[in-house]
T-cell receptor, first 115, second 112 residues
């Protein structure tokens, strides 16, 4: 247990579906992150939220829509995805990022399959 | 952008053996983390080690930031050590936030 939970753990969706991934952290952190891990590619950052404000969008297609209603919860809304979006989606959290760097803690991930 | 390279990409060892995993990075970084990803995908924090040496049981890590590398040592390997080991570095982006850049990982397989 890292203090970061994600639901669902597995998701299969069609290209016309709309679904949402949920992340919750119980560590008192201020920053939350979405990462994507595709087969045979390094883990890559998608979004960063700091104090509920989006501070980084790593050129992610608009079919991925993040939402951060408070510092403990982070969502990733999915719509009209493509099969190549099938991947493991990981959420992370940390204390307030700054110049000195902070340690990130990861949830167990949601394994998404787009059919 | 910053490059993070890990070696070796794959490592197969007998139970009880020792191993050294290496992480090289191409630019100055603020901090560095080592993770173990288990077969279910969970990333487990091993070390947060911007510089110096740390030890935790059979695992230890050393980062030499001035020479842009870090090493992870695993002694007396057990089958539960199997999985993928990632090195990730913190680079302050233009927005002043933290973004972890991950290496491609070392897949470790421990044979009983």
């Amino acid at each position: 247990e890292t203090g970061v939970t994600q639901t669902p753990r597995h998701l299969v969706m069609g290209m016309t579906n709309k679904k949402s991934l949920k992340c919750e952290q119980h560590l008192g952190h201020n920053a939350m992150y979405w990462y994507k891990q595709s087969a045979k590619k390094p883990l890559e950052l998608m979004f960063v939220y700091n104090f509920k404000e989006q501070t980084e969008n790593n050129s992610v297609p608009s079919r991925f829509s993040p939402e951060c209603p408070n510092s403990s919860h982070l969502f990733l809304h999915l719509h009209t995805l493509q099969p190549e979006d099938s991947a493991l989606y990981l959420c992370a959290s940390s204390h307030n990022p700054g110049l000195a760097g902070v340690e990130q803690y990861f949830g167990p991930g949601t394994r998404l399959t787009v059919t | 952008g910053i490059q993070v390279e890990q070696s070796p990409p794959d490592l197969i060892l007998q139970e009880g053996a020792n191993s050294t995993l290496r992480c090289n990075f191409s630019d100055s970084v603020n901090n560095l983390q080592w993770f173990h990803q288990n077969p279910w995908g969970q990333l487990i924090n091993l070390f947060y080690i911007p510089s110096g040496t740390k030890q935790n049981g059979r695992l230890s890590a050393t980062t030499v930031a001035t020479e842009r590398y870090s090493l992870l040592y695993i002694s007396s390997s057990q089958t539960t050590d199997s999985g993928v080991y990632f090195c990730a570095v913190n680079l302050v982006s233009n927005f002043g936030n933290e973004k972890l850049t991950f290496g491609t990982g070392t897949r470790l397989t421990i044979i009983p």
